[in-house]
């Protein structure tokens, strides 16, 4: 079965520091691998997405993900965290329907 | 472009009522799904649609109902509202998933009270 997974829960980073929030997947041909981020009593907005190419992928808000295909990861990345990132963040995947992963909330603290 | 639009954002429903959520997109997308999102829960996709006339269920479809007779609309039907109902809905759509590549779009979401 196709699947996307967060392994952790929650990520606590100091501002000024990198931040790296995980994904693997788990899906069948070529993997589509999409990030969002969610603010309170918002709903989710697209940050980034994989489709081909290169395996470190730009994104909104200095956001960026590598792509490793050996490991089937897709972790979300970011040089300098800032206050203003903390949110929920969701991996996404396809695989005739949206896959989820189960979020991860991101907490940085000054 | 309005893109997806969730109608009501809040509604307090009693035990046994019955009630629809509207979903509507401008941007011509043939899938379209709907999710609950509870605390610690992530999102659980209840029912999707890759088209008008097809709808499949998800992990949670149990006491809800949807349909989709236009590619814009795809509303949620809470058949007899429960307590564990009580959540907060969303919208999504996106392109010919069959195609790849094409991010969601979401609604602002709608938060459920069942009393």
């Known amino acids: 079965a196709q699947s996307v997974a967060q392994p952790e829960d929650q990520v606590n980073v100091a501002e000024g520091n990198p931040l790296t929030v995980k994904c693997t997947y788990s899906?069948?041909?070529?993997?589509?691998l999409f990030w969002y981020v969610q603010y309170p009593n918002r709903g989710l907005q697209f940050l980034l997405k994989?489709?081909?190419?290169?395996?470190l992928v730009k994104g909104s808000y200095g956001f960026e993900a590598e792509f490793n295909k050996s490991q089937t990861s897709f972790h979300l990345k970011k040089p300098s965290a800032l206050v203003s990132d903390s949110a929920l963040y969701f991996c996404?995947?396809?695989?005739?329907?949206?896959?989820f992963g189960q979020g991860t909330e991101l907490s940085v603290k000054p | 472009n309005a893109g997806v639009t969730q109608t009501p954002k809040f509604q307090v429903l009693k035990t046994g009522q019955s009630m629809t959520l509207q979903c509507a997109q401008d941007?011509?997308?043939?899938?379209m799904s709907w999710y609950r999102q509870d605390p610690g829960m992530g999102l659980r996709l209840i029912h999707y649609?890759?088209?008008?006339?097809?709808?499949d269920q998800g992990e949670v479809p149990n006491g809800y109902n949807v349909s989709r007779s236009t590619t814009e609309d795809f509303p949620l039907r809470l058949l007899s509202a429960a307590p564990s109902q009580t959540s907060v809905y969303f919208c999504?759509?996106?392109?010919?998933?069959?195609?790849?590549?094409?991010?969601?779009?979401f609604g602002q979401g709608t938060r459920l009270t069942v009393v």
């Open positions: 996404q995947g396809q695989g005739g329907k949206l896959i």
């Open positions: 649609s890759v088209g008008a006339g097809i709808t």
């Open positions: 999504a759509s996106s392109y010919n998933l069959g195609q790849g590549g094409s991010e969601a779009f």
């Open positions: 994989y489709i081909t190419g290169d395996n």
């Open positions: 899906v069948s041909g070529n993997p589509y």
């Open positions: 941007m011509n997308h043939e899938y």
